[in-house]
C-alpha cells in the first residue's frame, strides 16, 4: 500500500530564505508526483507536476525535483516571501489510474 | 472564468441525518473526484467520476456514502445516518478527463461537514 511521507510538518523561516520541503513515498511505482499549495478556506492549488518519467519541473520560483527508485521528491522555493505562507502538500498518482494519494502536508510559516 | 464550486461551505447536522453535498465542476471537464479531509491530514480519495458513471469508488468508506453525477456535470455526494467520524472538510476536483499525463486536477474550496 502506497504511504506518502512529508517532513517536517511545520517550518517556519525568515522572509527571503532558500527552503526545502520534502516528500518520501512507499511504492516508487507511480503515474506521477504533484504539490499543491492550501491555503485556508480556499481550497487547494496544483503547483507542480513531475511526470514519472522527468527529473524536475520549475515554475517560477518554485523547484520540484523527483527521485523514484528512492521515493523521494523536495519542492524548493527560492527567496521565500510571506505570501508563500501556507501548508504544502506532495501527491502521488499510483500506475494507471487518477487516484490521487496525499501525505499530511507542511505548513510554512514565512516571517516579515 | 469559473472554477469548481461546492455547497454548502459549511454543514452543521445532527448524529443519523442524512446530508447531501453538492459540487459544480469547470464547465467542460469530464473526470471529478471526491475527496475527504480530517484535521491536520492529507484528502484522503473517495470516489472519481468518468462523465456519469463511478470510474472508481474503491475510497468509499461503506454503504452509507454514495456518489451521483446524472448529467456528466454536477455531483451530489450523499451520506446516510451521519456519525460523529463523518466530521471533515470534503472536497470536489475536477479535471479536464482527456487521459494525458498532465491532467491536472482543480479543487473547489470544500464542504466543512460537522456532526454533532
Known amino acids: 500500500k502506497q504511504e506518502v511521507t512529508q517532513i517536517p510538518a511545520a517550518l517556519s523561516v525568515p522572509e527571503g530564505e532558500n527552503l526545502v520541503l520534502n516528500c518520501s513515498f512507499t511504492?516508487?511505482?507511480?503515474?506521477?508526483l504533484q504539490w499543491f499549495r492550501q491555503d485556508p478556506g480556499k481550497g487547494l492549488t496544483s503547483l507542480l507536476l513531475?511526470?514519472?518519467s522527468q527529473r524536475e519541473q520549475t515554475s517560477g520560483r518554485l523547484n520540484a525535483s523527483l527521485d523514484k527508485s528512492s521515493g523521494r521528491s523536495t519542492l524548493y522555493i527560492a527567496a521565500s516571501q510571506p505570501g508563500d505562507s501556507a501548508t504544502y502538500l506532495c501527491?502521488?498518482?499510483?500506475?494507471?489510474?487518477?487516484?490521487?494519494?496525499w501525505g499530511a502536508g507542511t505548513k510554512l510559516i514565512i516571517k516579515p | 472564468g469559473a472554477g469548481v464550486s461546492q455547497t454548502p461551505s459549511n454543514k452543521v447536522t445532527e448524529k443519523g441525518k442524512y446530508v447531501e453535498l453538492r459540487c459544480d465542476p469547470i464547465?467542460?471537464?469530464?473526470?471529478l473526484y471526491w475527496y475527504r479531509q480530517s484535521l491536520g491530514q492529507g484528502p484522503e480519495f473517495l470516489i472519481y467520476?468518468?462523465?456519469?458513471?463511478?470510474?472508481?469508488d474503491s475510497g468509499l468508506p461503506n454503504d452509507r456514502f454514495f456518489a451521483v453525477r446524472p448529467e456528466g456535470s454536477v455531483s451530489t455526494l450523499k451520506i446516510q445516518r451521519t456519525e460523529r467520524g463523518d466530521s471533515a472538510v470534503y472536497l470536489c476536483?475536477?479535471?479536464?478527463?482527456?487521459?494525458?499525463?498532465?491532467?491536472?486536477?482543480?479543487f473547489g474550496p470544500g464542504t466543512r461537514l460537522t456532526v454533532l
Open positions: 464547465s467542460g471537464h469530464t473526470a
Open positions: 467520476f468518468q462523465g456519469t458513471g463511478a470510474a472508481d
Open positions: 501527491a502521488v498518482s499510483p500506475d494507471s489510474n487518477y487516484q490521487l494519494i
Open positions: 476536483a475536477s479535471s479536464l478527463g482527456d487521459g494525458r499525463t498532465t491532467d491536472t486536477q482543480y
Open positions: 511504492d516508487s511505482a507511480i503515474y506521477n
Open positions: 513531475i511526470q514519472s
